[in-house]
């Protein structure tokens, strides 16, 4: 069974920087798309970016795009998100979440497994 546990998440300042970590276990992921998802209270919950875990091809939201970088480390089976120019509104729980298949889907029901999220908040 796929399991993923994020880290990394805390109170930061605005113009701030943060990076978020996924450690994934109970599957080769060679042929997985890893993805970053967030919820705010209040609102819906929103793609952010992904990975292709093989080629490392990835692929981000308007909103998060020259701000966020996600990478991987396939050696140790871990999945960052590297937030720079923190704002205000990035503050949300964010997810790890996984699916095998070669797509970089942005809808989370596509994806079947995720972590139980860590809290990012952003103050003003």
Do not use: H
């Not at 796929?2 to 701030?16: H, I, K, T, Y």
């Not at 981000?60 to 960052?80: C, E, L, P, Q």
């Not at 720079?84 to 797509?103: I, Q």
């Amino acid at each position: 069974q796929v399991q993923l546990v994020e880290s990394g998440g805390r109170l930061v300042q605005a113009g701030g920087s943060l990076r978020l970590s996924c450690a994934a276990s109970g599957r080769t992921f060679s042929t997985y798309v890893m993805g970053w998802f967030r919820q705010a209270p209040g609102k819906e919950r929103e793609f952010v970016a992904a990975i292709k875990w093989s080629e490392g091809s990835t692929y981000y939201a308007d909103s998060v795009k020259g701000r966020f970088t996600i990478s991987r480390d396939n050696a140790n089976n871990m999945m960052f998100l590297q937030m720079n120019s923190l704002k205000p509104e990035d503050t949300a729980v964010y997810y790890c979440a996984a699916r095998n298949g070669p797509s970089m889907l942005i809808i989370g029901s596509n994806y079947p497994y995720w972590g139980q999220g860590t809290q990012v908040t952003v103050s003003s």
